[in-house]
């Protein structure tokens, strides 16, 4: 899917294709196997933009350049509590997450349910790269320029019922591969949802890579959610299980700390969480702090799915 009518958030477009990049490419679509097809469509260079230091968006809330996170930062300061609470590790510990063969169950209200291969679930879709903001609760933030397909065509694909009013995802549980599920630090597996529009609306993407690569596991390979309008927790990662459902899914970090962390969980500047402050943000890479927009910066092309609802009660 692609947005035709070019919005402020929207990455822009370049046509430099350097050898290293293609090659870059190569690696990513054979490493993904049997999606080839689909990764052929890739067009946009990330690398080169960050190589050139080209402004991704227009301008942030102070008129500052906007650039991607180096490569560096996304891959080595991660949340994936299924490994461990620090940031760190991660990025030390989840190559013990096997990704290959991976599959994913589909239940509930659709006429597709099944146990899918992952390639058989992407295979169908166009991928894309899409340069998201991401903004952890915690008040850091970063770039990506994330490859995959959009949640809504592969919504499509499993053919909700019309009872279907929300999806719910799932992490999967394997204390043998994840030693932080070991501790009782959050209930596992790991579970978020969305409402049926907020997975129908075209930001809302499936990610398999990022930086022209098949994701890494810390970044929650080989298949995870990207919300980029709201708090990084509901981008769930290592997905193994997606259920179609007519009342609301608990979300784990709901169920973890009901006061602090909602369903909704948009990125709202104006609301602080109970403990701090929300109006700031540091990019991953930076010192200063930078000023946090409301929906991430995302409100033209969201706001008007939260219309009629108060933000304040529904965090
Ligand atoms: N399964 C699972 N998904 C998860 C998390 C997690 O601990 N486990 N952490 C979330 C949080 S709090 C954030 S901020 C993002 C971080 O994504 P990143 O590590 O790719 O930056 O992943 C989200 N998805
Ligand atoms: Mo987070």
Redesign the pocket.
């Known amino acids: 899917m692609l947005i035709k009518i070019k919005k402020r958030s929207d990455a822009e477009e370049y046509e430099i294709t350097p050898q290293s990049l293609f090659e870059q490419r190569r690696r990513f679509i054979k490493k993904v196997g049997g999606l080839s097809l689909a990764a052929a469509t890739l067009s946009l260079p990330p690398s080169a933009l960050a190589a050139l230091n080209i402004n991704p968006y227009s301008k942030d809330v102070d008129g500052d350049r906007d650039e991607l996170t180096a490569y560096k930062h ?2 080595s ?6 490994f461990n609470t620090d ?1 760190q590790s ?1 990025a030390k510990l989840a190559g013990s997450l096997k990704t290959d063969p991976w599959s994913v169950t589909v239940e509930g209200e659709c006429a597709k349910p099944g146990v899918y291969a992952l390639e058989d679930l992407a295979k169908p879709h166009k991928f894309e790269e899409r340069i998201y903001r ?5 008040a ?1 933030s ?1 770039v ?1 320029p994330w490859i995959g397909f959009p949640l809504a065509d592969l919504v499509k694909q499993l053919e909700p019922t019309s009872r279907a009013k929300y999806v719910e995802f799932t ?2 549980f394997d204390p043998e591969q994840m030693p932080g599920q070991n501790r009782n630090v ?1 209930d596992w ?2 579970v ?1 949802g969305l409402r049926m529009d907020e997975a129908m609306n075209p930001l809302t993407m499936m990610a398999v890579g ?1 930086y022209g690569e098949v994701l890494p596991n ?3 390979a080989p298949l ?2 990207v919300v980029p309008w709201k ?9 193994v299980k997606i259920r179609f459902s007519e009342t609301q899914p608990q979300t ?2 709901n169920l973890s700390g009901p006061k602090e962390y909602g369903f909704f969980a948009n990125v709202n500047p104006e609301i602080d969480h109970p403990r701090w402050s929300q109006a700031r943000e540091r990019r991953l890479g930076e010192y200063r702090k930078r000023k946090t927009q409301m929906f991430n910066g995302y409100a033209e092309e969201v706001a008007q799915l939260y219309r009629g609802m108060d933000l304040k009660r529904n965090y």
């Open positions: 996304i891959t300061y991660n949340n994936f509590y299924e940031k991660p991401l903004r952890c609760v915690e850091w970063m990506v992490t999967l959050l597996p790991y978020e990022l810390q970044n929650g995870r959610l708090y990084g927790f509901k981008s769930i990662k290592s997905i784990t970090w």
